[in-house]
């Protein structure tokens, strides 16, 4: 019963370097996303996407990509690293019946 | 003026006190209200969930909605040490895209 599981929990990385961040959900979800959640600011939409091959800009679009090649992933991609991208990342998946958010564990993120 | 207001302020009450937590909002679409729980260091969990206007009670929690006001609440009676955490409301209008507008979270502590 594994639910949404993001890897890694924890990563520094250097400005300028690039990674992705891993999000699975086994609950057949047409919906994922990510936020970002920043203390003062609460959570945070990046991007999201309503089914495979489909995916949209939320709030705080700028730096990330992210691709939906199957209905049980959506990895995000930091392009090039950058200070203000310290943050805590949460991935999130429901379906479109109700609205119901099930989040992931996080991935707390150091970009030094 | 964002979606959701929710005051972030921390609150600190003696264990087995009632504990009130309030959002305001101003999008009048908003027909989905939600509270999640947020533990230090974890994911958001859905706590409570209502559909329209009305009051749900689950065990020691109790989600009120008054959409004319558009204003809604979190009541938990006999506070346990446990229910120590972030209580962050979110609400949508249901379009089918599920973008949850989310507060900034109220952190409680409940004392021994």
């Known amino acids: 019963n594994a639910g949404v599981t993001q890897t890694p929990k924890f990563q520094v990385l250097k400005t300028g370097q690039s990674m992705t961040l891993q999000c699975a959900q086994d609950?057949?979800?047409?919906?994922m996303s990510w936020y970002r959640q920043d203390p003062g600011m609460g959570l945070r939409l990046i991007h999201y996407s309503v089914g495979a091959g489909i995916t949209d800009q939320g709030e705080v679009p700028n730096g990330y990509n992210v691709s939906r090649s199957t209905t049980e992933d959506f990895p995000l991609r930091l392009l090039s690293a950058a200070p203000s991208q310290t943050s805590v990342y949460f991935c999130?998946?429901?379906?479109?019946?109700?609205?119901?958010?099930?989040f992931g564990s996080g991935t707390q993120l150091s970009v030094l | 003026q964002k979606e959701v207001e929710q005051d972030p302020g921390p609150l600190s009450v003696p264990e087995g006190a009632i504990v009130s937590l309030n959002c305001t909002y101003s999008?009048?679409?908003?027909?989905?209200f939600m509270w999640y729980r947020q533990y230090s260091r974890k994911g958001p969990e859905l706590l409570m969930y209502t559909y329209s206007s009305g009051n749900k009670e689950d065990g020691r929690f109790t989600a009120q909605v008054d959409k004319s006001s558009k204003y809604i609440s979190l009541f938990i009676r006999d506070s346990q040490p446990s229910d120590s955490a972030t209580y962050l409301c979110a609400m949508s209008a249901g379009y089918g895209n599920n973008r949850l507008a989310f507060g900034k979270g109220n952190q409680v502590v409940v004392i021994p």
């Open positions: 999130a998946s429901s379906s479109t019946v109700d609205e119901k958010l099930f």
């Open positions: 999008n009048s679409a908003f027909q989905y």
């Open positions: 609950m057949n979800h047409e919906y």
